[in-house]
C-alpha cells in the first residue's frame, strides 16, 4: 500500500526541519521537502539564498528529496500590495496573516497537490484534531473515513510560540489536507530533537522577519513601499509639537520614533487625509483603550459562525493573553462585533482579532480551540 505524499514546507529553520523529520522518522509518509523562495524588496539584502541552503542541508540530513517553489511574484502581488494598500488607508495590516492565506496555504497547498501530494506540513506551532481531541494522524484518517465531519484548531502546547493567531483564515477543505507535526512539543523540546536528528539548524535562531522575505529592517522596507510625507504632532487637545515622515508609517499604541520634549510619547490617533499624527504621554489615559470591536471579513475554521451571547476569548495582537469577550449582535459569516469584559489598549485597524472558546468550554491547561477571526474595522 502506497504511504501518503507529505510536501513539508521548509524554510531553512529549525521547526520546519524537525517537523519534516518527525514525519520522516513516523514511517508513515513519503516526505518531499519544499523551500518556497519569497520577494526579495529592491536595493535591500534579503537572505532567501542562505535560507535555501540551509533547508536544502536539512532535507538531504534527513534522507528526503528537496524542491523549489518560487512565489515571488505571487507574494507581491498577495501580500506587499496588500500592505501597501492598507498603510496607505492608516491601517495596521497583519503580512504573516496574508502570507499564509494566499500563499503557504493557498499558493503552495494547490501545488503541491497538483504534483501529487496528499498533504502539506509546516512547522507552525498549532495542534490539529477533532472535537474528540484524537491525534492529528488519527484525526485524518476518522475523517476520510467518514467518522468525524469537521477539524479543528487549537492552541499549541508551547504557549509562547503558539501561532494559532495567524492561521485564522484557514477552511476545512484546507485543514484535510495539513499536519502540524510541532504542535505538541515546547521550543526547547523542538532543539533538542534536532540535535537528537543531527541537523545543523538546531541553534539557528528564530526569524523575526516578515513571512517568505527574511530577516529586515521594517520601518526602511515600508518607506521603500511609500512615499515620506512630512505632518503635523499634534497632542489630543490640538497643540502642534513636532513633525513626523508621514501619517501611515505609525499605528496605533505605538511609541514614536522622533523627538518631542518632555518624554516619551504614543500614538492615539491619526487623520489620515490631513496627515497628522495625536499622541500622548500618558497612555493609561482612555483615549488608548476600548471596550468594543467591530469585525470585517471573518472566516470561521467549522465553517460555521459562534453563537452570540457567550463568553469567548480573543487576542488583538500575537501573544497577547487571551481577553474574555462576548459577540454582541450575533456573530455573522463575514462579520461581528465584541465586548471585552475589560478595555483594551490599542484596538487597532487593519489587524487581526482572533476568537477562542473560553473557561466556560476548556480547562486553563488545555490548548483552547480557536473558532476563526477577523480584520478590526
Request: charged share 25%; with cysteine.
Amino acid at each position: 500500500m502506497l504511504k501518503p505524499k507529505v510536501f513539508v514546507a521548509m524554510s531553512g529553520g529549525v521547526d520546519s526541519s524537525v517537523a519534516a523529520a518527525l514525519l520522516k522518522k513516523s514511517g508513515k509518509y513519503d516526505i518531499v521537502g519544499v523551500f518556497c523562495r519569497g520577494w526579495q524588496p529592491e536595493g535591500m539584502v534579503c537572505g532567501w539564498k542562505e535560507e535555501r541552503r540551509d533547508a536544502l542541508r536539512a532535507a538531504a540530513e534527513i534522507g528526503v528529496p528537496f524542491l523549489t517553489f518560487n512565489f515571488s511574484k505571487e507574494y507581491e502581488k498577495k501580500v506587499v500590495e496588500y500592505m501597501k494598500h492598507e498603510y496607505a488607508a492608516g491601517r495596521t495590516p497583519n503580512p504573516d496573516v496574508m502570507c499564509n492565506k494566499y500563499i503557504k496555504f493557498g499558493l503552495f497547498l494547490e501545488k503541491a497537490l497538483e504534483m501529487g501530494a496528499d498533504m502539506i506540513a509546516t512547522g507552525h506551532y498549532v495542534k490539529i484534531s477533532n472535537l474528540k481531541s484524537l491525534p492529528a494522524d488519527a484525526t485524518h484518517q476518522a475523517l476520510q473515513a467518514g467518522q468525524i465531519s469537521k477539524i479543528k484548531l487549537s492552541q499549541a502546547k508551547d504557549k509562547n510560540k503558539d501561532q494559532s493567531y495567524f492561521l485564522w483564515t484557514l477552511t476545512q477543505e484546507q485543514l484535510k489536507h495539513c499536519l502540524f507535526p510541532i504542535g505538541n512539543y515546547t521550543k526547547p523540546e523542538v532543539r533538542q530533537m534536532a540535535r537528537n536528528f543531527g541537523l545543523r539548524v538546531a541553534e539557528k535562531k528564530d526569524s523575526q522577519g516578515l513571512c517568505f522575505v527574511g530577516d529586515i529592517n521594517f520601518a526602511s522596507f515600508l518607506k521603500k513601499l511609500l512615499p515620506k510625507k512630512e505632518g503635523e504632532i499634534r497632542t489630543a487637545g490640538g497643540k502642534v509639537i513636532g513633525r513626523h515622515d508621514g501619517a501611515h508609517f505609525y499605528t496605533i499604541g505605538q511609541r514614536h520614533g522622533f523627538s518631542i520634549p518632555g518624554g516619551p510619547h504614543y500614538i492615539v490617533a491619526k487623520d489620515i487625509k490631513k496627515n497628522i499624527l495625536f499622541v500622548s504621554d500618558k497612555p493609561g489615559e482612555g483615549e488608548f483603550y476600548q471596550k468594543e470591536a467591530e469585525i470585517e471579513d471573518a472566516n470561521w475554521i467549522s465553517g460555521n459562525p459562534p453563537f452570540g451571547g457567550k463568553i469567548y476569548q480573543a487576542r488583538i495582537r500575537h501573544r497577547q493573553p487571551l481577553q474574555n469577550c462576548r459577540i454582541t449582535n450575533g456573530a455573522g459569516f463575514k462579520s461581528f462585533k465584541v465586548a471585552f469584559n475589560k478595555p483594551q489598549r490599542a484596538v487597532t485597524s487593519g489587524q487581526s482579532l482572533v476568537l477562542y472558546r473560553g473557561p466556560a468550554f476548556a480547562k486553563a491547561s488545555a490548548g483552547k480551540e480557536m473558532l476563526g477571526g477577523g480584520i478590526i474595522k
